[in-house]
Nanobody
Framework: QVQLVESGGGLVQAGGSLRLSCAAS????????MAWFRQAPGKEREFVAG????????SYADSVKGRFTISRDNAKNTVYLQMNSLKPEDTAVYYC?????????????????WGQGTQVTVSS
């Protein structure tokens, strides 16, 4: 079983930055692909970024490329999402997800474990 706890969300002005963290309680974190998804009100949950279990490959949604960076620290069982140049359309609940050794660009249904989410609100 994997437990995921997100932190770092909040209210920020457009153009600002936030860093989300996701701490995982799992025996061998380095075998799990990690990802961030987000869900805005009235919309489906969508992929934001993913990082392979080895950390060797990352994937991003087109809407966040060049602005967001996903990274992981296997020694701390933590994955991060650095979000820069935030826009009002980035406003959503952000979820951390984990799955055993899948491709880092996998969709929602490929992930077995989810955090509770953290709210990110970007004001214009």
């Amino acid at each position: 079983q994997v437990q995921l706890v997100e932190s770092g969300g909040g209210l920020v002005q457009a153009g600002g930055s936030l860093r989300l963290s996701c701490a995982a309680s799992v025996r061998i974190f380095s075998l799990y692909t990690m990802a961030w998804f987000r869900q805005a009100p009235g919309k489906e949950r969508e992929f934001v970024a993913g990082i392979r279990w080895s950390g060797s490959s990352t994937s991003y949604a087109d809407s966040v490329k060049g602005r967001f960076t996903i990274s992981r620290d296997n020694a701390k069982n933590t994955v991060y999402l650095q979000m820069n140049s935030l826009k009002p359309e980035d406003t959503a609940v952000y979820y951390c997800a984990a799955a055993f050794r899948i491709s880092q660009d996998s969709g929602t249904f490929a992930y077995d474990f989810w955090g509770q989410g953290t709210q990110v609100t970007v004001s214009s």
